[in-house]
């Protein structure tokens, strides 16, 4: 049987030929919110330059070590910003093994405001996750108004131009790759100023139905398709979100001919192919990390606080990841069979998140509380049922995914959700993964899983019971037919179908 290494390394030779090919053609322009480097201010006021972190970072920034890139990202923290002034236009950000070029995006501090933390997170980022309580939330009264017209408007403008700048460093027009929710409006406008570039939009998050979109005024949801509509490809985590999105622009623009079947949108005369690409984790790169010194010193201290049955969970602190029913769920499995007690363990891994959203910093305050009061009720001396880690430690993370017996995903939505992914990867003791199916990776990996709904509490308390009974021998065969599901389709899969789609677009259009 072929060797676990000689499969990546021949994965990974496919996948540089592609790169090659593409090279060949155009340089490739990635644009996103985030970068690839969050710079900081030291104490005495140098710059320290730390990995991004994030889905979307740690996905794009594997691509780079195929292929140079020139990445576009805004100035989001003030070292970003002192950087931006110093450096000026592009630098190489320093980042071993890769060839990356940052361009930052920067903006006034009053703008970036009104486009992050009133825009694309409070709002957006709810609607998209069904997040609102619609008989109270939200208003959207004239800060939201100032917010689209003085934030996202203006950020996405500025997004273009910037793009529009780095395509003009060679004679040949670059292929554009556009990321997420902050960027709708970009394709339109980049298209205005670089009318032949191939450009592929990618949403990171859930694309919900016209219905739930109707939270916006007419005229955002109308602006936000009929922008995004100006790339060549507009594409999704899964194939649910592409028939919500071909619903979408059947509703909102009109004129347009939507074909579910070919999944395109004509509009204005262009037309607009939508499909879907899922979002993988760099599975060489991850098995080489999760192999390291330093998770291994990290494995070494989790071992402590290990039980028989150790319950994994790592997310960021989000409301979406619906981390309070989890607590819940197991603290009504603890109730139910109390011969549990002392043989279970919950190790919670929260990265702190957009903590000047205040409903992020109240659910926080919640979830530890919650966490707290469970302890109270059921801990002593011996034993503390949950262990929650609150920080920023990957590499800790991925220490707590090799030994878990079971990974608990159970977001309420989720565009992929990659943990689902990194913990079958890197895990030793074929662990069960309780999975909502309301994530994206539960198309793919649903199968091998136990499938949750996420609001549901008492499914969730058998599922997770369901796992702790599991015979050996079930759990061995689910746990490698998630290994070589994940293996199969991992980080170089995505990018390969995107890249071979974008160069038929370019090949169309010479
Ligand atoms: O899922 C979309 C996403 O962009 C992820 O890549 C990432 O985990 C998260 O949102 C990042 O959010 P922020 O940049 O606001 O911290």
Redesign the pocket.
């Known amino acids: 049987m072929e060797s676990r290494q000689s499969y990546f390394d021949k994965k990974q030779e496919r996948f540089q030929e592609v790169c090659q090919r593409m090279l060949a053609e155009r340089r490739l322009i990635v644009a996103s919110?985030?970068g690839p480097v969050d710079y900081s201010l030291t104490p005495d006021g140098s710059l320290r330059g730390q990995r991004g972190g994030?889905?979307?970072?740690v996905a794009l920034s594997s691509c780079s070590r195929f292929i140079p890139l020139t990445w576009v990202a805004t100035a989001v923290s003030e070292g970003d910003r002192r950087l931006a002034e110093e450096a000026g236009g592009r630098i190489r950000a320093p980042l071993p093994e890769q060839e990356i070029y940052l361009r930052f995006v920067v903006v006034p501090r009053s703008v970036y405001h009104r486009f992050y933390s009133v825009f694309c997170?409070p709002l957006l980022w709810f609607i998209q996750h069904y997040m609102w309580n619609t008989p109270r939330t939200p208003s959207l009264g004239r800060a939201v108004y100032e917010a689209w017209e003085q934030g996202y408007v203006r950020v996405n403008q500025a997004f273009a131009r910037a793009v529009a700048e780095e395509a003009g460093e060679d004679g040949r027009t670059p292929f554009i790759f556009l990321h997420?929710y902050h960027l709708y409006l970009a394709p339109a406008e980049i298209r205005q100023l670089l009318p032949d570039a191939p450009i592929l939009h990618f949403t990171?998050?859930p694309w919900p139905g016209p219905r739930y979109w109707s939270i916006l005024p007419e005229f955002m949801r109308r602006e936000i398709h009929e922008k995004i509509c100006a790339a060549d490809i507009v594409s999704f985590q899964t194939m649910r979100d592409v028939r919500d999105f071909l619903v979408c622009c059947e509703e909102f623009l009109k004129g347009a001919s939507v074909d579910h079947r070919a999944c395109t949108v004509t509009h204005d005369d262009w037309l607009t192919r939508v499909t879907y690409y899922p979002i993988s984790i760099d599975a060489a790169g991850l098995s080489r990390f999760a192999g390291s010194r330093e998770v291994q010193r990290y494995e070494e201290s989790l071992s402590m606080l290990r039980r028989e049955i150790t319950i994994v969970r790592v997310d960021?602190a989000e409301p979406s990841k619906n981390i309070i029913r989890g607590f819940r769920a197991y603290d009504n499995l603890l109730e139910r069979y109390p011969g549990l007690h002392r043989h279970v363990v919950l190790l919670a891994f929260l990265v702190p998140?957009?903590a000047e959203v205040s409903l992020y910093r109240t659910y926080t305050r919640d979830l530890l509380e919650l966490a707290e009061a469970i302890n109270g009720k059921y801990g002593d001396d011996e034993w503390r049922p949950i262990h929650v880690f609150y920080e920023d430690n990957y590499a800790q993370a991925i220490a707590a995914m090799r030994l878990y017996d079971i990974l608990l995903v159970n977001p309420i939505i989720d565009?992929m959700n990659l943990v689902a992914k990194e913990g079958p990867l890197v895990n030793t003791r074929d662990g069960v993964l309780v999975l909502s199916e309301m994530a994206g990776a539960h198309e793919q990996l649903g199968e091998y899983a136990l499938s949750i709904c996420p609001t549901d509490l008492e499914g969730t308390v058998r599922a997770l019971y369901a796992a702790i009974t599991m015979p050996a021998e079930e759990k061995r065969r689910r746990a490698a037919a998630l290994r070589r599901a994940i293996q199969e389709e991992d980080i170089t899969f995505w990018m390969q179908r995107q890249f071979r789609d974008l160069m038929a677009v370019s090949r169309r259009r010479q």
């Open positions: 919110n985030r994030g889905g979307l970072v997170n997420d990171h998050i960021r998140s957009r565009g």
